[in-house]
RNA sequence: GGCGGCAUAGCCAAGCGGUAAGGCAGAGGUCUGCAAAACCUUUAUUCACCAGUUCAAAUCUGGUUGCCGCCUCCA
């Protein structure tokens, strides 16, 4: 079976057909670096991540792009308040943004190119575009002919026409036309700026990513990502810069992930109703942050709050605790042969794993793949208990990672062992259970909750976890 | 004005023509020295509303209401 995605530019499911059998080429727009992201930018990032990933579990292999926007107004604007350089901005957020994606467990892209580096090559697209007719300078700005690229709006649904309709007043005079968007920007005092064959000046910010997919992936790629806010302009013109000069379609899919809301609002830096990752991650573990962007779908907007993120957690625990249940049963080692019940579980896993398949591979329906996750656990907490055999409890163990691997989540360490100071009063605690001397057994276990460690009594033995 | 999305239990959320997944929270029970964990039972005759199509609709069509987004930098 393969794998079927929304495609944005057709309004449709359809499936996955790779150019080069068995890869995948992606290139999904990443930050502006000027500042910390937030929350809303992280569930962008973590639905491409886990995309990725599962592209990866399902045998491809995945060429991920996603870029740093490390020149623009935003940044400028930075460094003059701070009295430093915009490559210096550029170089801390892009140090922050690693600490942040990687506190979130999101996998590194395989380049994270920027958009200074291809200023040469910026340049020459640029150049094919205005010697082709897409393309016009006015005094050292350069233009993009919308009018002239005829499928403009193509993905966005829009037509030109009634684009201008609505456009706001503030239209450049020196443009042909409203529409046209700008490609190449004239240095205006105080600005960085590179030379090129229109004067001093620095790009525009919809070509870098057209240069830089087409320069690292090629001039068709199969996927091309990013939030619901870059349809359109960003995506659309991209479209219309790639394909003007390529004369080749440019991304054969199209993903968007929808929203995530404050009170039902978007949230985002101009309104300043955002969370920074940051902040978020000091309070929650980056699964659970994983757990709650990942449990509704990616193309539905989700509404941020706190006690969601509580909600998500709780639901983390659950899983958690059957896997600690199955590692206990593996530490006690019955090493018996399976059954004929228990070999029936053991096929049954098998089948978990087929239905986690089916809905993943159906447009990467994440909240659906949690709840196999779910049903699994519930048949494993039921069927397989202290005394079952050792190989069950670890097949079963196997496949709860296995599934939570494409979602960021399940990965953690098995418990590790106790320190031998631990060990004996858990030893102390059992012998004054023993004696019925339930006061001390209670206070030793109390102690241990304190250091961070739950006992439960089971009726093969004490079992412990870390809090 | 143009384009688009959403409305499912107390909360979150999947399902998108075959008779309401899953999680959180709550209630009762089993187990336990007490706990914890786990399990069992329970919580939507019903999917914003009104028509229609169909043997069959939360799912399709038309309309109504409400909310949100893009058209301007934004993930």
């Known amino acids: 079976m393969a794998i079927k995605l929304y495609n944005t530019l057709t309004r449709k499911k359809e499936e996955f057909k790779p150019i080069t059998p068995g890869e995948v080429k992606m290139y999904v727009c990443g930050p502006t670096v000027y500042n910390f992201f937030h929350i809303g930018n992280a569930r962008t990032f973590l639905v491409f991540d886990t995309i990725r990933r599962y592209f990866e579990y399902r045998g491809y292999k995945v060429q991920f792009i996603q870029n740093f926007t490390d020149i623009d107004d935003k940044l400028i604007k930075k ?18 943004y690693y600490t942040d994606a990687d506190a979130l467990n999101l996998k590194r892209a395989t380049v994270n190119p920027r958009a200074t580096e291809y200023v040469e090559k910026i340049i020459d697209f640029i150049k094919d575009l205005e010697d082709k007719g897409y393309a016009y300078a ?32 503030d239209v450049d005079e020196r443009k042909e036309d409203p529409m046209d968007f700008v490609l190449w920007k004239a240095q205006k005092p105080g600005e960085p700026g590179w030379e090129s064959p229109w004067g001093v000046g620095r790009p525009g910010w919809h070509i870098e990513c057209s240069v830089m997919a087409c320069s690292l992936l090629g001039e068709t790629i199969d996927i091309h990502g990013g939030g619901a806010d870059l349809v359109f302009p960003h995506h659309e013109n991209e479209i219309a810069q790639s394909e003007a000069r390529n004369g080749k379609p440019f991304a054969h899919y199209w993903m968007h992930s929808a929203y995530l809301n404050v009170n039902n ?43 969601l993120l509580d909600q998500a957690s709780s639901a983390l625990e659950r899983l958690y605790n059957a896997m600690s249940n199955l590692e206990h049963i593996i530490e006690s080692g019955n090493e018996r042969e399976l059954n004929t019940e228990e070999i029936e579980m053991s096929n049954k896993l098998d089948s978990y794993k087929a239905k986690y398949i089916e809905v993943m591979d159906d447009d990467f329906n994440t909240a659906d793949a949690i709840s196999v996750i779910f049903d699994l656990v519930r048949d494993i907490n039921t069927n397989i208990k202290e005394g079952s055999p050792k190989t069950l409890a670890v097949k079963a163990l196997a496949l709860i990672k296995e599934l939570g691997a494409p979602l960021g989540i399940l990965q953690k360490e098995s418990r590790g062992a106790l320190e031998e100071e631990i060990e004996k009063l858990i030893e102390e605690r059992q012998q004054a259970r023993k004696n019925k001397n339930f006061a001390l057994a209670d206070k030793i276990r109390d102690d241990l909750k304190e250091r961070g460690i739950v006992l439960e009594d089971t009726p093969q033995g004490v079992r412990w976890k870390r809090v």
């Open 79 to 96: 460094a003059n308040e701070e009295g430093i350089t915009v490559p210096e901005v550029a170089e801390r957020y892009i140090k922050e």
């Open 265 to 307: 609002q978007k949230m985002s830096k101009s309104l300043n109703n955002f969370f920074t990752a940051r902040e978020i991650l000091e309070k929650y573990d980056a699964e659970v942050v994983r757990m709650f962007m990942l449990s509704g779908h990616y193309r539905n907007p989700i509404n941020f709050s706190l006690d």
């Open 138 to 169: 006015v005094n050292g700005d350069v233009y993009y002919r919308t009018k002239k690229f005829t499928e403009y709006g193509k993905l966005s649904k829009q037509s030109l026409d009634d684009l201008e309709a609505g456009a706001r007043i």
